[in-house]
C-alpha cells in the first residue's frame, strides 16, 4: 500500500486492534473525534468504548490506568495528543512504567506503548513544538523509538505493540504527510535497537532521526555534485541504541556530524559522542561536530523566530561540506 506517515500510524493501529483483543487504545479525543490528526478516525464505532476509550484531560490518569491495564494482561497503546502535555504524567512512565520489571524481580512486565506527535516546522509554538526525547533518554527499562518514514513506523510500531516492555513511540508532526511511500500490507515488524542507513557514502557520517533525517538527506543529495559522498544513518531506535552501525561506518569515512532538533545540551548527540570517543578515537579524522537546536526555552510561534530554531537542509549541508573540509 501506498502511505505516508499518518496513514501507516493509521493502519498498523487498524491491523492490530483487529488480530489481537487485548488492545485497548486509550487518550484524549480518540474516540468521537477519531484523533486530532483523524489517526482514529472510526475507531470507536468499529471496536466500541471499550477498546477505545476517550480519556479527561489528565495525562497522569491516562498512563496510570494504562499502566494497571499492561500489568493485568492488556496491551493498552496510550496517545498522549502533543508531547509538550507529557509532563504530568512523568512519574507514571519513569517511577512506575520504567520500573515494573525490575521492582517485581521479573514477575510483572508492563506492555504499554506510549505514542505522541512531537516536534516542530508546524507553526505550533510554546506548547506544541517540543522534542522530548532527551527528557527520558536518561531512563533504563524505557525505550524510546522516533521513526522517520512510512515503511519504519509501521514495522516499529507493530514492534513496540509486540514488545513486553514500555516504549515511547515519538512521531513528528513534520513527517506525518511529507512523503508517501510503498510499503508492505502484512503485519512485518523491524527490530528495535536497529538503525537503518538511508545514504551510503564515504567521506562522512551523519546520524539523526525523525524529521531530520529528511533534510539530511536533501543536504547529502546537494553535495554529491561536488564529489562530497555523505552516509546518512537514521537511527530509528534511539534508546536502544546502534552502535555497531555507527562504528561500522566511521572506520569507513572517519569523520562524525550528529543532528538533532532536541538541544545540543545534555541531548542524545552527547551521548553518541561520548561513546565515539570512548569506542573509536583514533577512527577520527576530525573532531565530532553536534548540529543541534538552539539552547532557549521554547520555539517561538512567529515564522521568522521558528525557522531560526529549525536547522535547515542549507545549514546542514553547510557544515557537511565544512567537516569534510577540516
Known amino acids: 500500500m501506498n502511505v505516508n506517515n499518518v496513514e501507516a ?25 477519531g484523533n486530532v490528526f483523524l489517526i482514529t478516525k472510526d475507531f470507536l464505532q468499529e ?26 494482561g492488556l496491551r493498552p ?3 498522549i495528543q502533543f ?29 504499554l506503548v506510549i505514542r505522541t506527535p512531537y516536534g516542530g516546522g508546524v507553526r505550533g509554538a510554546l506548547s506544541h513544538s517540543i522534542s522530548i526525547e532527551a527528557l527520558f533518554y536518561h531512563v533504563p527499562g524505557l525505550k524510546i523509538v522516533a521513526p522517520a ?17 514500555p516504549i515511547l513511540f515519538l512521531e513528528h508532526k513534520k513527517t506525518y504527510r511529507l512523503a508517501r511511500t510503498d510499503i508492505a500490507d502484512e503485519a512485518y515488524t523491524i527490530p528495535i535497537g536497529q538503525a537503518d542507513i538511508k545514504r551510503s557514502g564515504t567521506d562522512l557520517t551523519v546520524v539523526s532521526y525523525g524529521y531530520f533525517v529528511h533534510l539530511a538527506l536533501e543536504a547529502a543529495a546537494k553535495l ?22 555507527i562504528l561500522q561506518s566511521l572506520s569507513k569515512t572517519h569523520r562524525l556530524l550528529i543532528i538533532h532538533e532536541d538541544h545540543a545540551f545534555g541531548g542524545i548527540g552527547a551521548e553518541i559522542a561520548a561513546m565515539v570517543a570512548s569506542e573509536a578515537l583514533f577512527e577520527l579524522d576530525a ?14 510561534y512567529a515564522h521568522a523566530l521558528e525557522d531560526a530554531y529549525m536547522i535547515s537542509s542549507e545549514q546542514m549541508a553547510t557544515a557537511m561540506r565544512e567537516m569534510v573540509q577540516f
Open 83 to 111: 508531547a509538550d502535555f507529557i509532563f504530568p504524567a512523568f512519574n507514571q512512565i519513569v517511577g512506575e512504567a520504567a520500573k515494573t520489571r525490575y521492582r517485581s524481580n521479573g514477575d510483572y512486565t508492563c506492555p
Open 287 to 300: 573532531p565530532i561536530r553536534r548540529l543541534c537546536g538552539p539552547d532557549v526555552p521554547a520555539m517561538g
Open 224 to 245: 554529491s555534485s561536488e564529489d562530497i559522498s555523505v552516509e546518512v544513518i537514521d537511527l530509528r531506535s534511539i534508546r536502544p541504541m546502534d552502535k555497531t552501525t
Open 9 to 33: 500510524v493509521r493502519a498498523t493501529l487498524h491491523d492490530a486492534l483487529t488480530r489481537d483483543e487485548r488492545i485497548v487504545i486509550l487518550g484524549e479525543d480518540v474516540g468521537a473525534r
Open 47 to 72: 471496536f466500541g468504548p471499550q477498546r477505545i476509550v476517550d480519556t479527561p484531560l489528565s495525562e497522569s490518569a491516562i498512563i496510570g490506568v494504562a499502566v494497571g491495564m499492561a500489568m493485568d
Open 77 to 79: 497503546i496510550a496517545e
Open 149 to 165: 518514514f512510512p515503511a519504519d513506523v509501521r514495522g516499529l510500531l507493530n514492534a513496540a505493540i509486540a514488545d513486553p516492555d
